[in-house]
Each structure stands twice: as structure tokens, then as C-alpha cells.
T-cell receptor, first 112, second 117 residues
Framework: GQQVMQIPQYQHVQEGEDFTTYCNSS?????IQWYKQRPGGHPVFLIQ?????EVKKQKRLTFQFGEAKKNSSLHITATQTTDVGTYFCAEKGIQGAQKLVFGQGTRLTINP | DGGITQSPKYLFRKEGQNVTLSCEQN?????MYWYRQDPGQGLRLIYY???????QKGDIAEGYSVSREKKESFPLTVTSAQKNPTAFYLC????????????????FGSGTRLTVV
């Protein structure tokens, strides 16, 4: 079945540094969703991208969907300690029960 | 406030026991899902349900069972056949939007941590 590969698995940064996580697929994605899971918490929906080349911003977070719709990225500018957590990308099925297929996630830790 | 509630937050299971995890939502969502998360891992789909009285197996359904008798409820039973049940279990729900492209994501519950003792 569809697999979404996410890299890196872990990332440690100094507070104030930028952070990027990448999501890749061998086949064309219908869409890509991004979630954040704080330590000990549950995933929280951040955003969905659908269009080729789409770019969306949420304050310091920038989400991109590749032109070929086979990759996506999440970039955080000037990280803060509140950004700590695991970031997941996922493709939402467009048929049936519209299952989410998740990437493995990137765990972000920050040195204050 | 609308939301999705999982209980209990922590659950301890003895070898050979069946246990049931509760998941209730008041969001009027059509679809509900159960995921399993192991430490440092991603989320793997156990079961999902698009409508009442209908559900399908996900990628790792062996040793689990579900029911969907009400739209609001989707309990998960971890049976004694599940050999490695210790994990974090997450329930989620969403609107079923058909072919319509929307910006709806899943809403997750706060999870149940199951430990075999």
C-alpha cells in the first residue's frame, strides 16, 4: 500500500534555529496533512495541502507541497521551546473511509 | 465543548485477559478510527468505521475487535490473542467528505496507555 517516508527521524536544535522535516512518496499524493504531537500528548491537525506547488503559512510554520505532489516539507523559523514535539505528515485517502496513512514522524527537541 | 473522549487514560492488563478501550465523540463525525503507537514510532491503523454497524480491518487488526452500534461510540477490545499489546492507543474521528476536497483533519482523543503486567 501507499507509504509515506519522513526524514529525519530526530532533530535537535538550539532555540532560535530553524527546523525542517521532509515527507516523500514514490507515488503521487492526493493531498498531505501535517500533525503535531506534543510529548505525552495526542496528534493535533495543523494543515492540509492539496494543490501542486502549494505553500501555506501559519505564523513561523511554512508548509510546502511539491510540484509533482510526491513530497512535502514543514519548515519552522526561529524555533521556540513550545515547538517541541513530533511532527507527522500523512496522506488522507479520497475513497471509502478516507484513512490516513502516516509517515514515521520527526521528533524535534530544542536546547533553550 | 465538542470533542472525542477516550477512557481510561491508563490501563493494566494481565496475561490472558481481554480489555476494552472506550472512545466517544460528540462531534457528529461519521468516521472513526483506532491507531496504535509504539514508543518512538508512527501511528498504525487497527480498525476503522465509516458508518454505524460497519467497520473494516486496518493494517494490524489481528488480536483486536471493535463494534460500531452508535455513531458516537467505537470501542476497541484488545483480546488475549494480541501477543504484544503494550502500546499507546489513539482513537480519532472525522467527517466523511466523499469526493469533496475539504480542509478537515482528524480529531484525536487523548489516548489510552495499555500495559501488560
Amino acid at each position: 500500500g501507499q507509504q509515506v517516508m519522513q526524514i529525519p527521524q530526530y532533530q535537535h536544535v538550539q532555540e532560535g534555529e530553524d527546523f525542517t522535516t521532509y515527507c516523500n512518496s514514490s507515488t503521487t499524493l492526493s493531498n498531505i496533512q501535517w500533525y503535531k504531537q506534543r510529548p505525552g500528548g495526542h496528534p493535533v491537525f495543523l494543515i492540509q495541502l492539496v494543490k501542486s506547488g502549494e505553500v501555506k503559512k501559519q505564523k513561523r510554520l511554512t508548509f510546502q507541497f511539491g510540484e509533482a505532489k510526491k513530497n512535502s516539507s514543514l519548515h519552522i523559523t526561529a524555533t521556540q521551546t513550545t515547538d517541541v514535539g513530533t511532527y507527522f505528515c500523512a496522506e488522507k485517502g479520497i475513497q471509502g473511509a478516507q484513512k490516513l496513512v502516516f509517515g514515521q514522524g520527526t521528533r524535534l527537541t530544542i536546547n533553550p | 465543548d465538542g470533542g472525542i473522549t477516550q477512557s481510561p487514560k491508563y490501563l493494566f492488563r494481565k496475561e490472558g485477559q481481554n480489555v476494552t478501550l472506550s472512545c466517544e465523540q460528540n462531534l457528529n463525525h461519521d468516521a472513526m478510527y483506532w491507531y496504535r503507537q509504539d514508543p518512538g514510532q508512527g501511528l498504525r491503523l487497527i480498525y476503522y468505521s465509516q458508518i454505524v454497524n460497519d467497520f473494516q480491518k486496518g493494517d494490524i487488526a489481528e488480536g483486536y475487535s471493535v463494534s460500531r452500534e452508535k455513531k458516537e461510540s467505537f470501542p476497541l477490545t484488545v483480546t488475549s490473542a494480541q501477543k504484544n499489546p503494550t502500546a499507546f492507543y489513539l482513537c480519532a474521528s472525522s467527517y466523511w467528505t466523499g469526493a469533496l476536497v475539504t480542509n478537515y483533519g482528524y480529531t484525536f482523543g487523548s489516548g489510552t496507555r495499555l500495559t501488560v503486567v
